[in-house]
Structures are given as C-alpha cells and as structure tokens.
C-alpha cells in the first residue's frame, strides 16, 4: 500500500482523543521521571472501532487544550483518581493531595472546549 493511500485512510478515520493520566516521579524532584500514562486497551479500543487514536497529555494551558478540541472529533476520559469534591461545590478530604487535581481540571478544560 502506498503511503498516500494509507494517508488517505487514516484522514477518513475518526480521530478520537484519549485522555491520560498524570504521574509524578517517584522522587517529586526530577520532571524527567514524571510521566503521561494511558492504558493500552483504551488505544486499541478506538483502532477496533475504526478511529484513529490521539493520546492528549495533561495540559494546564487552556489555549493548548482548545487546539486539541478542534482536532479531534470525539473524546475518551479514561479516569482515575476522583474528582476533588471543590469542583462540586463541597469541602476536600484532607487525604486528597492537590497534585492529584492536574488530570481533572484538564479533562473538565477539555470537555468544555470540545
């Protein structure tokens, strides 16, 4: 298959985002250990389905988040840690850590521009 025909291909697809998970380094001290995680299934999931898969790192820059809502044209929140009981108008548990909020907030940015 020639690579315009398999262009072509993908360009007919889908292109479904999938959102990921952020994790920190187990030291908290170089960002070279930090990490974007999304499980394996979810990629292979969409490829079933006949979408084409786009893996959307956490972002906090609203700007960045809007450029990947008008790329995509469908969304897979993959979840994880609740959300933190402040985005509904209740008081967080002290055990829920504040860097645990990135992954939430920018899936929230993200559902809102998409």
Same mark, same amino acid.
């Given at each position: 298959?020639?690579?315009?025909?398999?262009?072509?291909?993908?360009?007919?697809?889908?292109? $479904?985002?999938?959102?990921?998970? #952020?994790?920190? &380094?187990? =030291? /908290?001290?170089?960002? %070279?250990?930090?990490?974007?995680?999304? *499980?394996?299934?979810?990629?292979?999931?969409?490829?079933?389905?006949?979408?084409?898969?786009?893996?959307?790192?956490?972002?906090?820059?609203?700007?960045?988040?809007?450029?990947?809502?008008? $790329?995509?044209?469908?969304?897979? #929140?993959?979840? &994880?840690? =609740? /959300?933190?009981?402040? %985005?509904?108008?209740?008081?967080?548990? *002290?055990?829920?850590?504040?860097?645990?909020?990135?992954?939430?907030?920018?899936?929230?940015?993200?559902?809102?521009?998409?």
């Amino acid at each position: 298959m020639s690579i315009h025909k398999e262009l072509s291909t993908v360009k007919s697809r889908p292109v $479904i985002g999938i959102s990921t998970h #952020f994790k920190y &380094g187990d =030291d /908290y001290k170089s960002s %070279f250990r930090d990490r974007i995680q999304v *499980p394996e299934l979810y990629v292979k999931r969409v490829l079933d389905a006949g979408g084409f898969p786009l893996i959307i790192p956490c972002l906090e820059n609203e700007e960045q988040i809007s450029l990947y809502s008008e $790329i995509i044209n469908g969304c897979v #929140f993959i979840g &994880g840690p =609740d /959300y933190p009981a402040e %985005f509904f108008g209740e008081e967080d548990l *002290p055990e829920n850590k504040a860097y645990l909020r990135l992954r939430p907030r920018f899936e929230l940015n993200l559902m809102q521009t998409a």
